[in-house]
C-alpha cells in the first residue's frame, strides 16, 4: 500500500527557520532608542511544490514565508500544478533568477531532473521534501539501515532513506542528499518491521 511520508515535510519550515537563525541577529533586538531594528534583506527563496491548492502544502509555503521573513529573506511560493514540465520550468527560472536556495515537492522525481541539474550548476541548494515510498520500501531500508549501518532506527528514517535514494536514482544522481534519522526502532520491536521477511 503506498503512502505518503513527508521527507522534511513540516520540517522544512523549521530547517529553514534554523539555517537562517544563524544567519540574523538575536530576535527582539532593539535600537538604543528601543525600536525594533529593521531586519535586512539577506535573499530569496523558492519553493515550488505538487499542487497549492492542497491545504498541507499552502501551510508548509505560508509557514516558509513568515520564518524566512524573520530572518530576512523572502520566499516565492510556486504550485507545480500537477504538471512536470511547468515544475521544471520553475526550477530552470529560480536557477536563472539566481535564488539563494530552492525547496522542492516533485510532481514527478525523474522530470525535475533538468531543473535540479540547473541549480546544482548554478550552486544552489536544493531541498526535497514530501517523496512518495511504498510501506515495503521504507521498512526494507530501516532493515538495511540496521544490518549495514548498525543504525537501529524505525520506519519513518527508513522511508527517508527510500526516498533520498530514490532522489539519487533519478534527479540527483551524483548529489549529496542529508536526511533525518527522527525515530529509534525501540518502538517498533512488536510490529511486524522487525519480522524477516
Known amino acids: 500500500m503506498k503512502q505518503l511520508f ?3 515535510g513540516m520540517c522544512s519550515a523549521l ?3 534554523s539555517v537562517l537563525a544563524g544567519c540574523t541577529a538575536e530576535q527582539g533586538e532593539t535600537t538604543p532608542a528601543g525600536q525594533a531594528r529593521p531586519v535586512e534583506h539577506k535573499g530569496k527563496i523558492g519553493v515550488t511544490c505538487m499542487d497549492l491548492t492542497d491545504p498541507f502544502f499552502k501551510l508548509i509555503g505560508n509557514v516558509m514565508e513568515q520564518e524566512a521573513k524573520k530572518h530576512g ?3 516565492v511560493v ?3 500544478e500537477m504538471d512536470p514540465a511547468k515544475q521544471n520550468s520553475q526550477l530552470s527560472d529560480f536557477a536563472a533568477q539566481g535564488y539563494d536556495a530552492v525547496f ?3 510532481v514527478d522525481s525523474k522530470s ?4 535540479v541539474k540547473k541549480l546544482a550548476e548554478a550552486g544552489i541548494p536544493v531541498f526535497t521534501y514530501d517523496v512518495q515510498v511504498t510501506d515495503e520500501e521504507a521498512m526494507a531500508m530501516a532493515r ?3 544490518a549495514e549501518e548498525g543504525i537501529f532506527a524505525g520506519f519513518s528514517s527508513g522511508a527517508n532513506l527510500a526516498a533520498a535514494m530514490q532522489l539519487l536514482r533519478g534527479p540527483c544522481r ?3 542528499i542529508a536526511i533525518l534519522m527522527c525515530d529509534s526502532g525501540l518502538k517498533y520491536l512488536s510490529t511486524d518491521l522487525w519480522d524477516l521477511p
Open 78 to 80: 510556486l504550485s507545480g
Open 112 to 115: 525535475a531532473g533538468e531543473g
Open 104 to 106: 522542492l515537492n516533485p
Open 73 to 75: 529573506y523572502s520566499v
Open 15 to 17: 530547517v529553514v527557520a
Open 144 to 146: 538495511r539501515l540496521a
Open 6 to 8: 513527508t521527507i522534511f
Open 174 to 176: 551524483g548529489a549529496t
